[in-house]
């Protein structure tokens, strides 16, 4: 039971209290005590309701605990953020340890903003290294009779894949103005959504194309996918190259295949024609909302992709979410510096978050190599 009910509850007890007082006068008391049942009744059907939001909420948060930031919790933000005080949440140095709680809500506002995170594996973790399972390989069947001999079957790699945990570290400027202005009303969500844009502009292009050194793995830059090569040119795509791709990965992949790209590349797509009929091959949306498609699977935008160039890799295809594992640790530590941008009259906030990536099923992918 929540602060807030447990105080309802006390007005509904409270006026219990003065009905029995009232016993001596019956239409009184009958009047009082109906109406005490009437708010309890509601009472309850209101906590019912708020469980069922936020049972909701962490739903479409893809298992994200939906967890309420308490009043003291804001308190000591805000008087973080605009006073440079920090209270009970002190983190190292002076600066402020986000409480977990916060570090949900930034990570579900990512979720929102990102274009990688969404199709990719997530999950959180409070150690420095993530273990994922994995397999090399199919395993080997055979028939055989009642009670004929059994050979072995060990065509299958299984293990574990460790992902190594990484420091981001983005820095947003707020002016002295904004801090002092009471406008802004919600001014936690302000700072958290600007917090949330810069670390998630950092790790897309990580999780693009990172060499994993210091930095997660990028998809486009992962060496132990399999790559089909493209022959007519260095700097421009086919067809039947773009569903080489497709065709170089195992059928498994195709129920949540996508193709993945940077809107440049997209561009080129879109101008492919078939041969006979000069029409485009392009697939637009069928509806509000929904990818446009190219040979049957939806093309998704990565901005960091790499663009159409010689030994360049502008296209993949295949299972990202079979494929690419993100790990997030549940911590965040923020900085407040009053004095690099005195003279601009501006603060800056820094932010450290500790993320991992990697690719942990290589072959549910597949890449288009650009002719040298």
């Excluded at 001596?24 to 069922?52: D, F, H, I, N």
């Excluded at 990512?110 to 993530?130: C, H, K, W």
Aim: charged share 25%; aromatic share 6%.
């Amino acid at each position: 039971m929540s602060e807030y009910t447990k105080e309802l509850q006390g007005y509904v007890d409270e006026i219990k209290g003065i009905a029995n007082d009232l016993r001596g006068l019956p239409e009184e008391y009958k009047s009082l005590k109906a109406r005490a049942e009437e708010v309890e009744k509601s009472m309850g059907e209101l906590a019912q309701s708020v469980q069922t939001l936020m049972d909701e909420r962490k739903s479409m948060a893809g298992g994200i605990t939906a967890d309420v930031i308490s009043a003291e919790d804001i308190k000591s933000f805000n008087n973080y953020v605009k006073k440079g005080i920090a209270m009970e949440a002190n983190g190292p140095s002076g600066g402020y340890l986000v409480v977990p709680q916060m570090v949900n809500r930034i990570i579900e506002l990512q979720t929102d903003m990102d274009e990688f995170r969404p199709y990719a594996n997530a999950v959180t973790i409070g150690s420095n290294l993530a273990q994922v399972p994995f397999e090399k390989g199919e395993p080997d069947t055979q028939w055989v009779g009642e009670i004929e001999q059994r050979s072995d079957t060990d065509n299958v790699e299984l293990g574990l894949a460790n992902i190594e945990i990484n420091t981001v570290q983005c820095t947003v400027p707020i002016s002295r103005a904004l801090l002092a202005d009471g406008a802004v009303v919600n001014f936690e969500q302000y700072v958290m959504d600007k917090l949330a844009k810069a670390i998630t502009k950092a790790e897309n292009a990580a999780f693009v194309n990172g060499s994993g050194v210091k930095k997660p793995e990028g998809l486009f830059a992962c060496a132990d996918i399999p790559k089909t090569s493209a022959t007519a040119s260095a700097t421009a795509i086919t067809a039947d190259e773009v569903i080489g791709v497709w065709e170089k990965t195992t059928s498994a992949t195709d129920k949540n295949g996508a193709y993945y790209m940077n809107k440049k590349t997209m561009a080129a797509i879109r101008k492919l024609k078939a041969s006979g009929s000069g029409e485009y091959l392009w697939q637009s949306p069928i509806a509000q909302g929904a990818p446009a498609t190219f040979n049957g699977f939806p093309i998704r935008i990565l901005t960091s992709a790499p663009d159409i160039a010689a030994s360049a890799t502008p296209i993949a295809f295949g299972d990202l979410k079979n494929a690419y594992t993100i790990v997030d640790r549940n911590d965040m530590f923020l900085l407040r510096d009053d004095a690099s941008k005195k003279r601009q009259g501006q603060i800056e906030l820094t932010i450290e978050k500790r993320v991992g990536g990697a690719i942990v099923q290589p072959k549910s992918m597949a890449l288009l190599l650009m002719h040298s």
